[in-house]
């Protein structure tokens, strides 16, 4: 079996009822990425939209661009783990197209992974500091979930629930993902620490939308999940993390 990369990167988009930022997210990525000396594929996954956005979706017929769309919606976790499956590049992204997260940085944390030779980067809202979260309560739970981390497993992380995240594909897919929703981003980052991998962080810019704009994470449920994740997953054998 040939298990030598096709492209050079692979970024998954997840996507539900995005039919009004969806196409500016595609070509933000679109006008960066054809300027690079890259080989690319972008993975766009819908979960079951009904706001126009798999019509959107349908009409693509861009070389690079991949479409899977649920019958039915798996959660963000679920559609992450689908994409990394199926992506063919050396390296795999996630880049959500809610326009919080700025294009530009996705592809400086690429080129900053590419130089340090890691297996993980995560993009930084708190080493950016450039906007302060919407809600008060949403900062307090991402610093609390990236303290929780540091303690349980010695890391030294300031943002381990950024949805900018970039991985060595030949590492990420050595790791048993378990979860479906939002408390995948932590599974990612602890498993990965878990089996040695080498995180780093980049400083990104966020510039965070309401819940009457669109915003769907639900503080107090999946901030619950997440950080069961984090404790759940510092104890479990590490034989039940790998492939």
Excluded: W
Excluded at 89 to 105: K, N, R, V
Aim: aromatic share 10%; hydrophobic share 35%; proline share 3%.
């Amino acid at each position: 079996m040939n298990n030598i990369p096709s492209v050079d990167l692979s970024i998954i988009l997840c996507c539900l009822n995005e039919c009004e930022r969806l196409p500016q997210a595609i070509l933000n990525l679109e006008n960066l990425l054809l300027e690079q000396e890259c080989s690319f594929e972008i993975i766009i996954i819908d979960n079951g939209s009904t706001d126009g956005t798999i019509e959107y979706i349908d009409q693509l017929d861009q070389i690079y661009i991949r479409k899977i769309l649920n019958p039915r919606n798996i959660g963000k976790g679920g559609s992450i783990k689908k994409g990394i499956r199926q992506a063919q590049g050396e390296f795999c992204g996630i880049f959500d197209p809610d326009l919080e997260y700025s294009a530009t940085d996705f592809l400086n944390c690429y080129d900053y992974m590419k130089q340090h030779n890691c297996d993980f980067v995560l993009g930084s809202r708190k080493l950016g500091g450039d906007k302060v979260y919407e809600y008060y309560l949403n900062y307090l739970g991402v610093t609390f979930l990236a303290n929780l981390t540091n303690i349980l497993y010695q890391s030294n992380l300031t943002d381990t629930a950024t949805a900018t995240k970039l991985f060595r594909s030949s590492f990420i897919k050595k790791i048993n993902l378990q979860r479906n929703g939002f408390n995948l981003d932590f599974e990612l980052v602890c498993r990965t620490l878990r089996m040695g991998g080498k995180i780093k962080e980049f400083p990104i810019t966020y510039s965070p939308r309401t819940k009457i704009e669109g915003k769907k994470i639900k503080l107090f449920r999946d901030g619950f999940s997440s950080i069961l994740t984090v404790i759940i997953d510092r104890f479990i054998p590490l034989r039940f993390l790998k492939k």
